[in-house]
C-alpha cells in the first residue's frame, strides 16, 4: 500500500510562487510514476504534470508550462518527497491540487491511470 499526503497550498497574490509537496511512503519509490492533477470548483478534474519513475522524464499540461516544475527526490528507503514549484501564479490556478501515483511505466495524463491518490492541498491565487 501507498499513503500520499499532499503539503504547501495557500493563498498567494498573483504572480506569486507557492511548492507545492507530497509525501510517499509504504512501498519502493522508484517503482511509481507520480502525477499532479488539480480540480476548480464546479470543474472537473485535470492533469498538471507527471513524472516518470527515474525522474528523467516529465509531462506538463499546456496552460502551466514553463510556470510549473515537477521534481522527485529520495528521503529515506521508504519514504521520498515529490515537489510541484509553481510560479507566476494566475488566478485561473486556484484549485485543490492531488498527488497521484501509479505502478506503470512512462507518465500518464489520465487520472484514471493513478491508483493512489492523496487528500488534497487548496491553493488560492488572488488577483
Known amino acids: 500500500q501507498v499513503q500520499l499526503a499532499e503539503s504547501g497550498g495557500g493563498l498567494v497574490q498573483a504572480g506569486g510562487s507557492l511548492r507545492l509537496s507530497c509525501a510517499v511512503s509504504?512501498?519502493?519509490?522508484?517503482?511509481?510514476?507520480m502525477g499532479w492533477f488539480r480540480q476548480a470548483p464546479g470543474k472537473e478534474r485535470e492533469f498538471v504534470a507527471a513524472?516518470?519513475?527515474?525522474?528523467?522524464?516529465?509531462?506538463?499540461?499546456d496552460s502551466v508550462k514553463g510556470r510549473f516544475t515537477m521534481s522527485r527526490v529520495n528521503a529515506k528507503n521508504t519514504e521520498y518527497l515529490v515537489y510541484l514549484q509553481m510560479n507566476s501564479l494566475k488566478p485561473e490556478d486556484t484549485a485543490v491540487y492531488y498527488c497521484?501515483?501509479?505502478?506503470?511505466?512512462?507518465?500518464?495524463?489520465?487520472?484514471?491511470?493513478?491508483?493512489?491518490w492523496g487528500q488534497g492541498t487548496q491553493v488560492t491565487v488572488s488577483s
Open positions: 509504504g512501498r519502493t519509490f522508484s517503482n511509481y510514476r
Open positions: 497521484a501515483a501509479s505502478g506503470e511505466y512512462g507518465y500518464s495524463t489520465v487520472g484514471n491511470d493513478y491508483s493512489y
Open positions: 513524472i516518470s519513475r527515474t525522474g528523467g522524464t516529465t509531462y506538463y499540461a
